[in-house]
């Protein structure tokens, strides 16, 4: 079975940084380019950054271009992202989701929260 | 900006039909995706490529096209399907996007 669990998440005052982890099992990680989604508390979806299975590709949003950095280690199965210079709008549930022929986020972890306040 | 747009919400009894529409300029020409969130939990994807339901999804759930949208309906509604949902496409650029969501009451 497939599973993925995000870990890493914290309050962080604003302009401090994070690191959050996603360590997966049940598929051959490297074979398959993941997601990053986040949802603010009692809001929508919100794409936020891919990884192709080398790391050749990676993508980003608007919103966190410039501050988040994707990245995945295949020999541990597991995907991270690197926050900086984190502001209370980046507050948010955060996911790791796996791409698949069948669609772009065809299997989702729990989540982890991130709180950006002073 | 591309953007996919939901009614906020639906609501329907239990038994009944209920239909979620979603709707996009690039819709026509990009494939469509459906996503369950029950409170508290992860999203699900119910339906790929407009019309297709992923193994482990009840038959009641569907797809379906029409012009600039698409839809998602749940047929003989449960209580158990009381959920956000939300459709997902891709942009031109690459970039993947959401709708709003939709609060489906039941």
């Known amino acids: 079975e497939v599973h993925l669990l995000e870990s890493g998440g914290s309050l962080v005052r604003p302009g401090g940084s994070l690191r959050l982890s996603c360590e997966t099992s049940?598929?051959?990680?490297?074979?398959?380019?993941m997601n990053w989604v986040r949802q603010a508390p009692g809001r929508g979806l919100e794409w936020v950054s891919y990884?192709?299975?080398?790391?050749?590709?990676?993508l980003y949003s608007a919103s966190v271009k410039g501050r988040f950095t994707i990245s995945r280690d295949n020999a541990k199965n597991s995907l991270f992202l690197q926050m900086e210079s984190l502001r209370p709008e980046d507050t948010a549930f955060y996911y790791c989701a796996r791409v698949s022929p069948l669609a772009p986020f065809d299997k989702w972890g729990q989540g982890t929260l991130v709180t950006v306040s002073s | 900006s591309f953007e996919l747009t939901q009614p906020p919400s639906v609501s329907v009894s239990p038994g009944q039909t209920a239909k979620i529409t979603c709707s996009g300029d690039?819709?026509?020409?990009?494939?469509a995706y459906w996503y369950q969130q029950r409170p508290g939990q992860a999203p699900i994807l119910v339906i790929y490529?407009?019309?297709e339901r992923p193994s482990g999804i009840p038959e009641r759930f569907s797809g379906s096209t029409s012009g600039t949208g698409v839809s998602l309906t749940i047929n003989t509604v449960q209580a158990e399907d009381e959920a956000d949902y939300y459709c997902?496409?891709?942009?031109?650029?690459?970039?993947?996007?959401f709708g709003g969501g939709t609060r489906l009451t039941v």
């Open positions: 049940g598929f051959t990680f490297s074979s398959y380019e």
């Open positions: 990884i192709t299975s080398s790391s050749r590709t990676t």
């Open positions: 690039t819709l026509p020409n990009q494939n």
């Open positions: 997902q496409s891709i942009d031109t650029t690459g970039t993947w996007v």
């Open positions: 490529k407009d019309v």
